[in-house]
């Protein structure tokens, strides 16, 4: 086995013990959902200041999420659509949602996008049918 199987394997173990059941729900009329596996990225990062200046400008803290899917479940998710995960599955106790924004280039295993949380009062027809 060479150095690219190895990697793909890991990639794989990863993706399988740090993956949530979701929902894929596509934009459109009448979409038909998808049920998947994603990772739930996020972190913090700091808005505001630009890099190599001293400007003093106002500075400020903010999650950037990201959803990990799948290639052979998701191949293309789409701009518009969302993803619901849950209560049970969401590791929070609560449903999550998500908007999904910029598609970032697929790496042939996963591929990344941008997202936005949705409020918790505006879950409602987006959830999974035990929520």
Known sequence: MGLREIKA???AD???????????VPPG???????CHVRVHTKFVLLGNQKGTN???????????????WVPEVREPKRGGYV???AA??????PEAYRLGVTLPDDGLTVTVRVAEV?????????????
């Open 89 to 94: 599955h969401s590791g929070t106790g609560r």
């Open 29 to 35: 009329v009448d979409p038909v959902p998808v049920p």
């Open 55 to 69: 400007l003093n400008s106002a500075e400020n803290e903010d999650t950037a999420p990201r959803l990990v899917f």
């Open 14 to 24: 990863l993706h399988r013990e740090m993956r949530v059941r979701a929902l894929y």
């Open 84 to 86: 619901t995960i849950s």
């Open 9 to 11: 394997q890991a990639r």
């Open 119 to 131: 409020p918790e009062n505006q879950l409602t027809g987006l959830l999974f049918r035990e929520d």
